[in-house]
């Protein structure tokens, strides 16, 4: 009886997690597919918030909006997905071929152009090595995290 409890029970949380698993792919599939046409502008407005989200590889203007345009370009990198949202004033960039050593030049990039940090921590493991920066300049907070090769930069307006 106790054996039969336990494991219904354990078929019970196999279940959960594969159901969680699917739900999570299901609203990542979801919210990275447009309307089929990859070269197009998805604009989505709300009465409080207009967002524009462009699905594009390699077709990204880093001196196309103010928040990019005061950080330096880092050229080899292929962009595969950016969001600007102007009335949270933020955008975020990711990144989708990059390496540990490319994003910790980039922030050093970053210092001479007169970022200063607030906090950066890497971890060096040659399996999966982590690398999280959190940085600030006189109008702008930038965040930068690179794992499994995927460098996401995020940036926010404060003035």
């Not at 999570?24 to 599939?29: C, K, Q, R």
């Not at 050229?75 to 960039?93: A, F, G, I, P, T």
């Not at 490319?102 to 007169?114: D, H, I, N, R």
Request: charged share 20%.
């Amino acid at each position: 009886m106790i054996k039969q409890f336990l494991k219904h029970k354990c078929n019970s949380k196999i279940k959960l997690f594969i159901a969680v698993i699917c739900m999570f792919a299901l609203v990542m599939s979801v919210s990275g597919c447009g309307n089929g046409n990859s070269g197009s502008d998805n604009t989505n407005s709300t009465q409080s918030t207009v967002a524009t989200y462009k699905v594009n590889r390699g077709e990204f203007d880093w001196s196309g909006n103010e928040y990019t345009s005061v950080l330096p370009n880092q050229k080899e990198w292929n962009v595969s997905q950016y969001l600007v949202d102007d009335s949270r004033k933020c955008c975020s960039v990711i990144i989708d071929n990059s390496d540990l050593e490319s994003t910790k030049q980039y922030v050093k990039s970053l210092e001479k152009t007169g970022v200063s940090t607030v906090k950066s921590q890497v971890t060096d493991d040659k399996k999966n090595p982590i690398f999280n920066y959190l940085g600030e300049s006189d109008s702008y907070d930038i965040s930068i995290s690179y794992t499994g090769g995927i460098t996401t930069i995020s940036i926010t307006k404060t003035k």
